[in-house]
């Protein structure tokens, strides 16, 4: 048998591994065969078997999808949730979105920086990129965002949509920008690491009184 303090602790635990240290981990990993290697074996015959699928129809689909995710449509899209979270009295909430799509914006500005890896070019794509690819910014912000909001809905009856809708979401926009020939898998899987490390981190310092809360509410549970 566990102590008490363990066992009541053991939620907030677990979910320390699944947002910090597997990411990181995973980023680590990824980082080094980037470095090192100039990314993953299956990088290039990936992009390759995906491309096998295209049409201009899915073309349409997919550029859609990308720009929705974009520099010019997610920051605007972001603004308009922090308002509506503003208005309706969610300041912190507001605050928190800001802060997660905004600075997985800056740490993916900074990686591309180190790394200068030049993106993939095996096809002209319909929605050609010219900066550096490690790690994907659609990817990278776009997690962010969704992993937020499904963090502030996980304590409502929401919680299950909206982790059903920002899976769907994130997987998209990963999918689209390895269909568009623009990222390697490993970019895509780089930036989803980092996002989650980053968005765990702010949620953890915003809202560090609201986890201490859900502790001491597990540990008077556990006693009783």
């Given at each position: ?56 129809a899915l ?56 790394f200068r ?104 549970a556990e006693?009783?």
């Amino acid at each position: 048998m566990l102590p008490k303090s363990i066992t009541s602790r053991l939620p907030m635990l677990l979910l320390f591994l699944l947002l910090i240290l597997i990411p990181l981990a995973v980023f680590a990993k990824t980082a080094q065969e980037v470095w090192a290697e100039g990314g993953f074996g299956i990088d290039a015959p990936t992009l390759l078997f995906i491309h096998r699928f295209a049409t201009p129809a899915l073309d349409h689909v997919m550029v859609f999808i990308t720009t929705v995710a974009g520099f010019y449509s997610l920051p605007f899209i972001t603004l308009a949730v922090c308002a509506l979270f503003w208005v309706r009295h969610h300041r912190r909430w507001a605050v928190f979105l800001l802060l997660a799509v905004a600075g997985s914006g800056v740490l993916m500005l900074t990686i591309k920086s180190l790394f200068r890896r030049i993106r993939p070019h095996l096809w002209v794509s319909p929605a050609p990129e010219t900066d550096f690819g490690f790690p994907s910014g659609h990817s990278i912000t776009s997690i962010s965002f969704f992993l937020a909001l499904v963090m502030l809905a996980w304590p409502t009856r929401y919680r299950w949509p909206a982790l059903i809708l920002g899976s769907l979401g994130t997987l998209l926009v990963g999918l689209s920008r390895l269909y568009l020939g623009v990222h390697y898998p490993s970019d895509v899987i780089a930036a989803w690491a980092v996002g989650v490390v980053w968005t765990a981190v702010a949620f953890r310092v915003l809202f560090r009184h609201h986890l201490l809360r859900q502790v001491e509410q597990l540990s008077d549970a556990e006693r009783v």
